[in-house]
């Protein structure tokens, strides 16, 4: 009966294990032979023979060097690449929170699948006054260089919380704190909003030849004080009135490396401030320039950077003599002030060498500085209109207040600037300059900016049968920019195939070359003879925009006008004159409002006949016009007001605008 119990012999229960594992991988085999199957069929029907599988690892991400504004029990409000998010927290950082408050502060944070498990936040800060900057490092009086952090961040904490970088820091100034992560400045916080009252301009070699100077010789009309030395050992040596000090690129006064820039800082003071500094190895127009506040000099390996710092309204005194001449009526000097001050105080903002700690240079380029001896009437100008600079309400801004020499009796507007046209020019008009539209505007507030002859100038004959005559009305009518010729009796294709090269390399998207599919940017190819030459284009007030040059090769389109000021330029043609006399241009002829005659002989150009009128781009304020505007009995607001549509007038050192332009101010 014990065997009973248990039906089958240990040897059929070995065959039974063996047929169920059998049918075991027989089923298997099964299964796979259908997954193969459905999957060819999904494949056919268009889907993935994969299963997506959502969180097999967790995501994580960091934020470097984010602004937490705020955090609670539940999260953190976060400002990140100019946006702002709220990120919740883990469970395991609530004790974490509930502990410590953070707020206003810089961190990296850690998110997994997009929620906070880790922060670490940075609290090391430094100041100081800002010498210069790039993208590497920042260099603070105080502490010398310090380098930037590869993934830096920068925030304005003041009006709207902003992304800011190393080019917003305001130079001469500490308005800034930095964060510090080891040696590295890893955030940047611009803390304050303060009034700006001082300048720095890079002062250029003789004749404005180079930025850099190999050697600088330098005295004062009183005692003057060098002060050298690394941050953590300062040093000085005093010099007398008179006293000559030479500088040179090996000097024993930079005691430190130039790469890493900790003591290749020195700065030279008079004792007085009325006093001046000479700069001996330095020629302007003037013979050899003395400057208001004081020098500082950077050595770098190629070369050294000479500052001059100034307060702003001095360094208006040697810039307005040398932009207008002093003998202009006084409201038209102090438009010219104003304006000049506006353009400074916008780079003051935004430094054109930041490499440096430069705002401008010294230059053409930006505005031209102490190249003119400073006189007692432009000087009352600047004076008289003290801190007050053209503000644009609708971005919140100084006005970019261009300004060209004279105009052929019209202006045009910023489009003349291919690239460069936002909202922030388009109070930039162009206007008439006639004695009658300028009352007729002041009279009814209406622009003339749209008028019939303003649009109307756009067509070819309209505009040449406009650039042959002179309007007794003009303002600038017996001016001698006001008309000009430019005779080119026999063309030469190569000076023009060249100029075309020069610019195509510069402004590949503005000269173009005919193709099957229209014009395209493509570099310029050899030609023997030019076949026509047409302005295809023109702005408002009939400023050249684009000029088809057709040639035995192909055809180019030069589009702007101061390419086809450049390419219309044959290098040993003279200008000829209003009053007759003669002018030798520079690298472009005087100005894109012009109509052109051509010789030809057997279909091909053989000489062009240039009549032009006005000496600029035709942007902004004409200087000469503003002149007579003055004559006439408009003051410098009135002036401004006209160039310079829905702009106001305030001051610099006080509070952001909250009054309207006022009329007769």
């Known amino acids: 009966m ?11 229960r070995m065959k039974l294990k063996g047929f169920i594992c059998v049918l075991g991988l027989l089923l298997i085999v099964l299964l796979l032979i259908a997954a193969v199957i459905k999957s060819y ?25 984010a602004w937490i504004m705020e955090s609670n029990s539940s999260g953190l409000q976060v400002f990140f690449n100019g946006e702002e998010v709220n990120l919740s927290f883990s469970d395991m950082l609530d004790s974490f929170v509930e502990r410590t408050r953070i707020r206003e502060q810089v961190a990296d944070i850690e998110l997994t699948d997009g929620i906070v498990t880790g922060v670490r936040v940075k609290r090391r800060k430094i100041n100081g006054r800002v010498l210069s900057a790039d993208s590497d490092a920042v260099q603070l009086e105080e502490y010398g260089t310090i380098p930037l952090a590869e993934d830096y961040k920068g925030y304005r904490l003041y009006r709207e919380l902003q992304s800011v970088g190393y080019r917003d820091l305001l130079f001469g100034y500490n308005y800034a704190d930095y964060v510090m992560d080891g040696d590295e400045i890893c955030a940047i916080l611009l803390a304050k ?7 720095r301009v890079l002062l250029m070699t003789d004749d404005f030849g180079k930025l850099l100077h190999d050697r600088i010789v330098v005295t004062s009309d009183v005692p003057y004080t060098l002060y050298y030395g690394l941050p953590s050992d300062p040093k000085s ?17 930079f005691e430190g490396d130039n790469t890493t820039a900790s003591g290749n ?34 050595n770098t390996d190629k070369g050294m950077a000479v500052l001059n710092e ?32 506006t353009y400074a105080y916008g780079l003051m903002l935004h430094a054109g060498y930041p490499q440096y700690g430069a705002h401008v240079n010294d230059s053409v380029a930006y505005q031209v500085y102490n190249n003119v001896t400073e006189t007692e009437t432009t000087t009352t100008a600047v004076k008289e209109t003290y801190g007050q600079l053209l503000w644009f309400p609708g971005d919140n801004t100084p006005a970019e207040t261009y300004f060209y020499s004279t105009s052929c009796g019209v202006g045009t507007d910023a489009n003349v600037w291919k690239g460069s046209v936002n909202k922030s020019l388009q109070y930039l008009h162009g206007k008439e300059l006639t004695k009658k539209a300028i009352a007729a505007e002041m009279e009814t507030g209406v622009s003339n900016s749209n008028s019939g002859l303003m649009e109307g100038l756009q067509d070819n004959d309209t505009f040449s049968e406009f650039i042959r005559k002179k309007d007794p009305e003009a303002f600038e009518v017996n001016e001698v920019w006001y008309r000009w010729t430019y005779d080119v009796k026999k063309i030469n294709p190569e000076r023009i195939r060249q100029n075309l090269t020069d610019r195509y390399q510069s402004v590949p998207n503005l000269i173009l070359t005919r193709s099957e599919d229209g014009f395209v940017s493509e570099p310029i190819q050899d030609f023997e003879k030019i076949t026509n030459i047409t302005m ?61 005659d051509l010789d030809k002989k057997d279909g091909v150009v053989t000489g062009y006949h240039i009549i032009g009128g006005g000496m600029g781009h035709g942007v902004g304020m004409s200087q000469v016009g503003t002149k007579y505007m003055a004559q006439e009995g408009y003051n410098c607001s009135q002036i401004l007001n006209y160039f310079y549509d829905d702009c106001m007038i305030l001051n610099a050192y006080e509070d952001l605008p909250t009054a309207e332009l006022e009329e007769g101010q």
Not at 2 to 12: A, H, I, L, V
Not at 193 to 199: A, C, D, L, P, S
Request: charged share 25%; proline share 5%.
């Open 536 to 596: 295809q284009k023109r702005g408002l007030g009939g400023v050249g925009d684009e000029l088809l040059i057709e040639t035995d090769k192909g055809s180019y389109l030069v589009i702007a006008e101061y390419n086809i000021r450049y390419v219309l330029n044959n290098g040993d043609t003279n200008v000829i004159l209003n009053n007759g006399k003669t002018y030798t241009p520079g690298a472009i002829i005087p100005s894109a409002y012009i109509t052109i």
């Open 2 to 12: 014990e065997r009973g119990k248990n039906q089958f012999t240990k040897s059929q």
């Open 193 to 199: 909003e303060e009034k700006m009252e001082n300048i």
């Open 41 to 65: 069929i999904d494949r056919e029907n268009g889907k993935s023979h994969y299963i997506e599988k959502e969180h097999i690892l967790p995501e994580i991400k960091l934020l470097k060097n």
């Open 237 to 253: 040596e005093t010099f007398q009135a008179g006293e000559l000090l030479t500088i040179e690129k090996d000097s024993p006064y």
């Open 265 to 298: 800082h020195i700065t030279i003071k008079p004792s007085a401030l009325t006093g001046k500094i000479t700069v001996k190895n330095i020629k302007r127009h003037q013979g050899k320039p003395s400057y208001r506040g004081f020098l500082e000099i950077k």
């Open 310 to 341: 100034v307060p702003l309204e001095e360094y208006l005194y040697s810039v307005v003599p040398s932009e207008m001449p002093s003998g202009y009526p006084k409201e038209a000097l102090k438009t010219q002030a104003i304006c000049a001050r």
